[in-house]
């Protein structure tokens, strides 16, 4: 069986290591040497000011929200995972969707001046599979009406623009290291600010509100991850690259396996050096993507509709307007299956069958 995606797990013997050091140190969490090793690489590794390690990228989302004190509007993309959008409201702001770019995907800033109002706060959009948002147009748009930027960056680990991490931008960027992720911990995620008045906010939120153990400054949840994660995240970050290169090459074949079929790939950007976290294609119709999934499905591979539905179709938030690409796009986008060890006679396989489909 081919699933869309594999959890990469480094050599057990290396993981055991740090689990000794646990059992004897008999030190599990509250900011144990593994967790600042994990924060210190990461942010060595990512060229990044203030990283904090957290226990999902959810709560990344939901912390960046309170930390920049939002509690009105927020502009935002309908095409994303489901958390972008359920952060927004958990955290008792209105999602305010605009449309997203037909090359790129992500949020189309020609459509955010339009929709602010004297209640817009923010602007929260997502490097959708890796690809960067028009950071630099967001940020015009963003210091001209004063709003903050956050950044959804949970695909995009590795990912740099103009030679600089892509978590550099916006005010606050956050990150998944949920096992389906390019790098993991098994459940994780990351919090990243350049602002050191944020990253404070940030370090007490995420620890109940504690400076220090008397003094508690302000509101706070428990988003500490734990030594048990962040050894898998230490024995994982050395091998990052490595698998960025191996999906790399399977991108590659896909290319060439698809090519001059009338399947779209979305625009990766220029000055980007990209991450190849994902593979999703735009089939021609959403008739032929249910024939699609249904033939690789009798095969025993299960692609992924990754974005499907819409993330204004959800059915607590209030959306009346139009989305025509992000509809158009959602209908017809699938993820197909890439991770670390799909091996090039599964990818030509899956090539093969998509092209049987849509040549019938
Ligand atoms: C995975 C993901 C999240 C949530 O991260 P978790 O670590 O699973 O909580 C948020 N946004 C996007 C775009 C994601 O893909």
């Not at 050091?21 to 509250?30: D, F, M, Q, V």
């Not at 960067?132 to 015009?140: F, G, S």
Request: hydrophobic fraction near 40%; aromatic fraction near 10%; glycine fraction near 6%.
């Amino acid at each position: 069986m081919l699933n869309v995606t594999k959890t990469y797990l480094p050599p057990l013997d290396e993981y055991t290591k740090y689990l000794e050091g646990i059992w004897s140190s008999a030190k599990l969490t509250n900011y144990g040497p593994l967790v600042q090793k994990l924060e210190a690489d990461l942010k060595s590794y990512l060229g990044v000011k203030h990283l904090f390690f957290v226990n999902n990228g959810t709560l990344a989302l939901q912390i960046a929200i309170k930390a920049l004190g939002l509690s009105k509007k927020i502009i935002t993309t309908p095409f994303s995972y489901v958390a972008t959008t359920s952060s927004i409201v958990w955290e008792g702001c209105e999602p305010i969707f605009a449309d997203i770019e037909k090359d790129t995907l992500s949020l189309d800033p020609s459509l955010i001046e339009d929709l602010i109002t004297p209640d817009t706060e923010a602007i929260l959009a997502t490097h959708v599979y890796g690809i960067p948002c028009d950071v630099e147009r967001i940020q015009a748009i963003a210091d001209k009406h004063n709003l903050k930027v956050i950044y959804d960056a949970a695909h995009a680990f590795g990912v740099k623009f103009k030679d600089s991490s892509i978590l550099n931008y916006g005010d606050v960027s956050t990150i998944s290291f949920h096992a389906t992720k390019l790098f993991h911990t098994g459940e994780g995620g990351a919090i990243v600010t350049d602002n050191d008045e944020i990253a404070y906010k940030i370090s007490y939120m995420m620890n109940f509100g504690h400076d220090g153990p008397e003094k508690f400054v302000g509101i706070g949840i428990n988003g500490k991850n734990s030594e048990i994660h962040a050894a898998l995240g230490l024995c994982i970050l050395p091998k990052v690259g490595e698998l960025m290169d191996l999906r790399k090459s399977i991108h590659k074949i896909y290319d060439d396996h698809l090519a001059g079929n009338g399947i779209i790939r979305p625009y990766i950007g220029d000055n980007v050096t990209y991450n190849f976290a994902y593979y999703p294609v735009i089939l021609p119709s959403e008739q032929l993507l249910l024939k699609v999934i249904k033939a690789l499905n009798q095969e025993d591979i299960f692609p992924r509709r990754y974005f499907y539905p819409s993330l204004a179709d959800l059915n607590y938030v209030q959306y009346e307007g139009n989305l025509p690409v992000t509809d158009d796009v959602c209908a017809r986008i699938l993820c197909l299956p890439l991770f670390h060890d799909l091996s090039e006679d599964n990818v030509i396989n899956i090539c093969s069958i998509i092209e049987k489909c849509i040549k019938q």
